[in-house]
C-alpha cells in the first residue's frame, strides 16, 4: 500500500498568530493565504506488514528522534481516522528554501497527510484532510489547497468546524510573491513560543484580534474584485500589527533585523516611485514583497542593490495537492 503526494508551501496575506488549542492546532483568528508554485514537498508513504515501527526518511537521511517521533504521532492521527494499525516508510524530499523563511512544516504536513490516507484507500474529502493537516501543522491546512485560500478558526472545541477553504485558484490572479533573504541563521524565539508569549502577556493582543475582522472582509473583497493595491495596503497593515503585538510581550520580542526595515523602506520608496509592490513579514527577518508580474523584474532589480539582501526568491500562486505516480 503506497502513495506520493505533493503539496507546496504557502505564504499568509491575513496572519495567523496565536492558538486557542495547543494541542489541535486550533487559531484565535482566521487567516488568508497564497499557495506558492516554486517551494513544495514530495512525499511518499508505503504501509508495510513487517515493520515494528514507523520510518521516516527525509531527503535520503533516515530520522530518528523528535523528528521521527513527530511523524509516528501524526500517523496515529491516520491510523485512528482510518482503522488501520500497520507502520509506514515516509520518504520525503524538501524543495523549500528554509533559509529564507519559508517553513516546510506547511508543505510537509499536507503532503503527509494525502499520501498516508491515499495509500490506505481512504476516501476523505478536501475539508477533512485540512482539518486531519492541521494537526501536524497549523498552516498546512491551507496548503491543501492551490491559489488564495481561507483557514477558518471555528468554534466547536473539537476542532472539526476548523478547515481551510479556497478563495480563488492560482489560474484566476497572477500576483507575483518576492521572497527577500537577509538572514539565514535561525530566529532566538520559534514561531510557537512567541504566539503562546504573545497571547499569554501581550497588552497588544486584544488590539489585534479586534483589528481582524475589517483586515478578513477588505482582503476577500481585494480578492474576489482582483484589487491589488487594496489587497496590499490590508496585508501590509495586518503584518505590521502582528508584530507590534510582540513589542508587548513579556519580555518583549522582535523578529525584525535591521536588514529587515532597510528592505521595508526600498518597498516604500517603490511605491513613491509608482511601482505598486507590498510587503509581509512573518514570524523571523526575512522580508515577502508582493507586486504584479508586469513590476516583478524592476522591483527584483531594486532590491538587488540593497547590501543586506542575501538572496532573492520568485514565486507566484501555485496549486493545491497533487497525487504521482511513482
Not at 2 to 31: C, V
Request: charged share 20%.
Amino acid at each position: 500500500m503506497k502513495a506520493t503526494a505533493r503539496a507546496h508551501t504557502n505564504i499568509a496575506l491575513i496572519k495567523y498568530w496565536g492558538k486557542r488549542d495547543e494541542q489541535l492546532f486550533l487559531p484565535m483568528n482566521n487567516s488568508i493565504s497564497i499557495t506558492l508554485d516554486q517551494f513544495y514537498t514530495t512525499t511518499s508513504v508505503t504501509f508495510q506488514d513487517d515493520l515494528a515501527s514507523d520510518v521516516f526518511v527525509l531527503d535520503g537521511v533516515e530520522l530518528g528522534g523528535a523528528e521521527q517521533n513527530k511523524i509516528s504521532t501524526f500517523l496515529d492521527l491516520v491510523r485512528k481516522t482510518t482503522k488501520h494499525h500497520g507502520y509506514a516508510v515516509v520518504e520525503s524530499s524538501n524543495n523549500v528554501p528554509t533559509a529564507a523563511g519559508f517553513a516546510s512544516s506547511a508543505s510537509g504536513f499536507a503532503a503527509l497527510a494525502a499520501a498516508s490516507t491515499k495509500a490506505l484507500g481512504y476516501e476523505i474529502s478536501d475539508a477533512g484532510l485540512s482539518i486531519l493537516a492541521r494537526q501536524g501543522s497549523g498552516s498546512a491546512c491551507r496548503s491543501i489547497y492551490g491559489g488564495f485560500v481561507e483557514w477558518h478558526m471555528g468554534e466547536k472545541n473539537d476542532g472539526t468546524d476548523s478547515f481551510a477553504t479556497q478563495l480563488l485558484s492560482e489560474e484566476d490572479w497572477q500576483l507575483s510573491i518576492i521572497s527577500v533573504m537577509v538572514e539565514a541563521k535561525q530566529k532566538k524565539v520559534l514561531s510557537r513560543e512567541g504566539m503562546k508569549r504573545t497571547v499569554e502577556t501581550s497588552p497588544f493582543y486584544d488590539g489585534w484580534l479586534a483589528s481582524l475582522e475589517p483586515d478578513l472582509l477588505a482582503t476577500r473583497a481585494a480578492i474576489a474584485n482582483r484589487t491589488f493595491e487594496q489587497l496590499g495596503t490590508v496585508l501590509e497593515r495586518n503584518a505590521m500589527k502582528m508584530h507590534a503585538t510582540t513589542l508587548g510581550a513579556n519580555p518583549p520580542f522582535m523578529y525584525w533585523m535591521s536588514s529587515t526595515i532597510e528592505v521595508m523602506q526600498a518597498v516604500q520608496e517603490l511605491r513613491e516611485d509608482g511601482i505598486q509592490a507590498y510587503f509581509t513579514i512573518d514570524a523571523g527577518p526575512n522580508v515577502k514583497v508582493i507586486c504584479q508580474p508586469a513590476d516583478e523584474r524592476v522591483v527584483m532589480d531594486r532590491l538587488k542593490q540593497l547590501m543586506c539582501v542575501k538572496d532573492l526568491f520568485l514565486c507566484h500562486p501555485g496549486p493545491g495537492i497533487h497525487y504521482l505516480t511513482t
